[in-house]
């Protein structure tokens, strides 16, 4: 079945290093993407999207690349703070969304 | 302040004993919906709502009920708690669930003994 999941459940970075995490997506048909972030005791957070006609957006901090020909979608957070420690996942539409079950990211200072 | 508020935050019952847990968005959303989350399943879909008085089953829409009879609000009902749906719940809106993120609660946790 279709299937949204990370590469690694952990990443630990230290504070001001940059954060790559990794996502990997079944559905070929899905054009649009999304990137949460969830810390403890609260709910996910929308921090950035992308569309399938593009292969990278910026934010604030934040990168999303888009890989459609490995079906692979990456977030790299620059200069990693320790409020960044959070549950981070992706979710992907097309017919129907579909959430990773999540990377959890620890920076430690 | 853009938010979708849940309550209660905490909560403790028996099994057996109905409950509803409320969601209300002040985003004028016209979709929303609930999910459960489990340690290593991620987040599951139990009940979504496109609009007012329409709502279709998510992928665990077993043991609960929803209502949509105002836009801004989508109560998630448990007739007969059992300990299965001990879990963390979290209700979701936005304009269109395909093409714009979702707004989250802050989450409901449930236990049920």
């Known amino acids: 079945g279709e299937s949204v999941g990370l590469h690694l459940p952990t990443l630990s970075v230290q504070e001001g290093d940059n954060s790559i995490i990794n996502c990997a997506y079944s559905n070929s048909a899905s054009d649009y993407f999304i990137w949460y972030k969830q810390e403890s005791g609260k709910g996910p957070q929308f921090i950035i999207d992308i569309r399938s006609n593009m292969d990278k957006r910026q934010g604030q901090r934040v990168t999303v690349l888009l890989n459609k020909t490995v079906k692979h979608l990456s977030l790299q957070i620059a200069a990693t703070q320790p409020g960044d420690s959070a549950v981070y996942f992706c979710?992907?539409?097309?017919?129907?969304?579909?959430f990773g079950k999540g990377t959890t990211l620890s920076v430690s200072s | 302040e853009a938010q979708v508020t849940q309550n209660p935050r905490y909560l403790i019952t028996v099994t057996g004993k109905k409950l509803t847990v409320t969601c209300s968005q002040n985003?004028?959303?016209?979709?929303m919906s609930w999910y459960r989350q489990d340690p290593g399943l991620g987040l599951r879909q139990i009940y979504y709502?496109?609009?007012?008085?329409?709502?279709d089953k998510g992928d665990v829409p077993e043991g609960y009920k929803v209502s949509r009879k105002e836009k801004r609000n989508f109560p998630l009902i448990l007739e007969s708690p059992s300990p299965n749906q001990t879990s963390l719940y979290f209700c979701?809106?936005?304009?269109?669930?395909?093409?714009?993120?979702?707004?989250f609660g802050n989450g409901t946790r449930l236990t049920v003994t």
């Open positions: 979710a992907e539409a097309g017919t129907a969304l579909i």
């Open positions: 979701a809106s936005s304009w269109d669930s395909l093409n714009s993120p979702l707004h």
């Open positions: 709502s496109m609009n007012v008085e329409v709502t």
């Open positions: 985003m004028n959303h016209e979709y």
